[in-house]
């Protein structure tokens, strides 16, 4: 199914790429204006098919994770990479605030960059200027599940952008939840980054939460147990291909 949707959008949006790099010949305006249009479409609609086939994959209980040691400055590295392309037009301070000595983390690393880049690009999607920052330490609290007191790895990203209002909080981590759908519109999205976030963090063995005020900004921050509910040291377990079920399982 996912090899069908993606291969004739691939060619849409690769063969667009080479008309417009004119690779074909030279173009004229108006060709080069559809053609750039042709190219933004084919990739909203495979970043809409892969959030779907992700929300379908996970609700199936089907969503593999591939643990590895995982560095998350670098992560925070690579996201910041990528957003910077999306504060040019903006005037957003675009920063991460690490603290020093972080630990290794057993995770995915793709679902993780996937995690951050999400909430990176909704803050800076609903800020106008100020700034949006990815802070992260280690915290100790009791872990909801055993009851033990643990230690996590808390990540936020905090913006000060357009805020949420309370009685909408809850509601944005269900699956196409948009809280202004003319503004989302504008913006772009599907109401599928939060509930695909919430779940990945979840297979994870952590949880998220916002704190935000109506014209103030918000804070997304999650939690990654540093060590498994069973009590195992996170960077001692060897997971490879760990499924959604049997993750939720051990959590
Ligand atoms: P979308 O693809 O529409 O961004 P999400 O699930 O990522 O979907 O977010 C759902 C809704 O939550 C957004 O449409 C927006 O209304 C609200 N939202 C998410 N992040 C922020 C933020 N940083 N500031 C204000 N509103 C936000």
Same mark, same amino acid.
């Given at each position: 199914?996912?090899?069908?949707?993606?291969?004739?959008?691939?060619?849409?949006?690769?063969?667009?790429?080479?008309?417009?790099?004119?690779?074909?010949?030279?173009?004229?305006?108006? $060709? =080069?204006?559809?053609?750039?249009?042709? /190219?933004?479409?084919?990739?909203? %609609?495979? #970043?809409?098919? &892969?959030?779907?086939?992700?929300?379908?994959?996970?609700?199936?209980?089907?969503?593999?994770?591939?643990?590895?040691?995982?560095?998350?400055?670098?992560?925070?590295?690579?996201?910041?990479?990528?957003?910077?392309?999306?504060?040019?037009?903006?005037?957003?301070?675009?920063?991460?605030?690490?603290?020093?000595?972080?630990?290794?983390?057993?995770?995915?690393?793709?679902?993780?960059?996937?995690?951050?880049?999400?909430?990176?690009?909704?803050?800076?999607?609903?800020?106008?200027?100020?700034?949006?920052?990815? $802070? =992260?330490?280690?915290?100790?609290?009791? /872990?909801?599940?055993?009851?033990? %007191?643990? #230690?996590?790895? &808390?990540?936020?990203?905090?913006?000060?952008?357009?805020?949420?209002?309370?009685?909408?909080?809850?509601?944005?981590?269900?699956?196409?939840?948009?809280?202004?759908?003319?503004?989302?519109?504008?913006?772009?999205?599907?109401?599928?980054?939060?509930?695909?976030?919430?779940?990945?963090?979840?297979?994870?063995?952590?949880?998220?939460?916002?704190?935000?005020?109506?014209?103030?900004?918000?804070?997304?921050?999650?939690?990654?147990?540093?060590?498994?509910?069973?009590?195992?040291?996170?960077?001692?377990?060897?997971?490879?291909?760990?499924?959604?079920?049997?993750?939720?399982?051990?959590?």
């Amino acid at each position: 199914m996912s090899h069908e949707l993606r291969t004739p959008l691939n060619s849409i949006i690769g063969f667009s790429k080479i008309q417009l790099k004119g690779l074909n010949g030279p173009l004229n305006e108006a $060709q =080069a204006h559809d053609l750039t249009l042709i /190219h933004q479409a084919g990739q909203h %609609l495979l #970043s809409l098919i &892969e959030d779907i086939l992700d929300i379908s994959q996970i609700n199936a209980g089907q969503m593999k994770l591939f643990y590895e040691e995982t560095d998350l400055r670098e992560i925070v590295d690579s996201v910041l990479d990528t957003a910077a392309a999306l504060v040019q037009d903006k005037r957003i301070l675009l920063y991460a605030d690490l603290a020093p000595g972080l630990p290794m983390i057993h995770a995915d690393k793709r679902r993780l960059r996937q995690v951050l880049l999400n909430l990176v690009s909704n803050a800076i999607k609903f800020t106008e200027s100020g700034q949006v920052k990815v $802070q =992260a330490r280690v915290m100790e609290g009791l /872990h909801p599940q055993t009851e033990r %007191l643990a #230690s996590f790895l &808390e990540i936020s990203v905090s913006d000060t952008g357009i805020g949420i209002a309370p009685e909408q909080q809850a509601d944005i981590f269900k699956e196409f939840s948009q809280v202004d759908a003319s503004l989302s519109r504008r913006a772009g999205g599907t109401g599928l980054g939060l509930p695909i976030t919430r779940k990945l963090v979840e297979l994870h063995g952590g949880w998220i939460w916002v704190k935000s005020q109506l014209g103030q900004g918000s804070t997304f921050t999650f939690v990654l147990p540093l060590q498994r509910a069973n009590g195992a040291m996170a960077d001692t377990l060897s997971l490879p291909e760990v499924n959604a079920q049997e993750v939720a399982h051990v959590a």
